[in-house]
């Protein structure tokens, strides 16, 4: 499964993003897509994961009642919708897919990774 993430930029505190992640190749066997970020000097961080099947979300308490993430199964497009961004969100953002995927927040789980896009909150 290869993995592109697309929509990151710089925003004011406050402000929105949306980020894509279009996924092409061998889809079929990919159960879980998740969203990870890693700021300087920090490890990764889970963000958000969501069943490809039934779309049932999860979510870092951070990010609870900020975020929301999606899937269009049709464009085999993952999204994440950032809204009231702080700056402590700033960091790299990368999309993740994985078969089997048990704990969400564990990067190692997953099979594959996009390359990531910048988020920016100043």
């Known amino acids: 499964v290869q993995l592109v993430e697309s929509g990151g930029g710089s925003v004011q505190a406050g402000g929105s993003l949306r980020l894509s992640c279009a996924a092409s190749g061998y889809t079929y066997s990919t159960s879980r897509m998740g969203w990870f970020r890693q700021a300087p000097g920090k490890e990764r961080e889970g963000v958000a994961a969501?069943?490809?099947?039934?779309?049932?979300?999860d979510y870092v308490d951070s990010v609870k009642g900020r975020f929301t993430i999606s899937r269009d199964s049709a464009k085999n497009t993952l999204y994440l919708q950032m809204n009231s961004l702080k700056p402590e969100d700033t960091a790299m953002y990368y999309c993740a897919a994985g078969r089997a995927v048990a704990d969400w927040t564990r990067a190692n789980e997953y099979d594959s990774w996009g390359q990531g896009t910048q988020v920016t909150v100043s």
């Open positions: 969501i069943w490809v099947r039934d779309g049932r979300p």
